[in-house]
């Protein structure tokens, strides 16, 4: 049965808390009094999460989905909730991308999350259990931006996964949080400088840039609240009020200033 939680004491798992805004819902649920496991690949960025505890964990790899969250559920007797953040970004212009390229972003994206749901779903749905699941998605899963087509495919689908889980089971109460642009995170680390400067301009200067620059900070506030509703929604947004950047350039400015 769903209710309204307060976070001390809520059990949850944050997948992909290494870096960015996974790593700020984890920090704010541990502020608030939360029990927190926190799971990506890079250990050495878990570690010094204080309060939380660290998972290794690949989500491309289903033993180490199984074995992630039954190691959170262990040590917290149970899980209330699973947040999903992991992602991976790849520019992949549709004419040149490779098939390894879409298939990490959608092993990472798409089949991670339902990897962990399907192992969190025994938790999630014994008594006792809050019962909540919360995905990050991304203003391109509603509009696609170019040359991140399988980034924007993946994150549309991670919202239909969502949709569909909701409707499935009812029990577990699951919402896409539809995250606008955000600075200080590692997402865009491996894109190639040259193609990121091509394709960004038209991201900017084409208006596919819709919303202001937030922090990870602001994206945390979102799903923390989420966690504490009665009746969380299906769906909901996190995208900055700041001003819109015109172009490349003031995006970047934008993104320097608003560096924590
Ligand atoms: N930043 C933005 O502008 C923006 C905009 C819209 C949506 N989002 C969404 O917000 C979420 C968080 O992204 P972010 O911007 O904070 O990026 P980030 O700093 O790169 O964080 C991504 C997280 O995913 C983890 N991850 C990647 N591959 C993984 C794998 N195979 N197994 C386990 N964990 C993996 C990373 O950890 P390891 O590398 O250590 O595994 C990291 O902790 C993502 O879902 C992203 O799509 C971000």
Known sequence: MLRGNELGGLRVLVVGASSGIG????????????????????????????????????????LQCERAVARAAADFGGLDAVVYAAAVSRITPVDTADIDEWKAVFETNVFGAALITKFAIPYLTAEGSAGRAVFLSSDSSDVAFPGLSAYSASKAALGRFCQGLSDELPAVSATEVVVGPTAGTDIADGFDPVLFGVWATRWFEEGFVRHGLQQPADVARVVLTLLEEASPPRRTFAVGVSAVAASLEEGRLQAEAKAP
């Not at 819902?25 to 878990?46: E, N, P, S």
């Open 23 to 62: 790593r700020e819902i984890a920090l704010q649920l541990v502020g608030r009094g939360a029990r927190v496991a926190v799971a990506a690949r890079r250990a050495d960025r878990l570690a010094d999460l204080v309060g939380a505890t660290p998972i290794a964990c690949d989500v491309r790899d289903p």
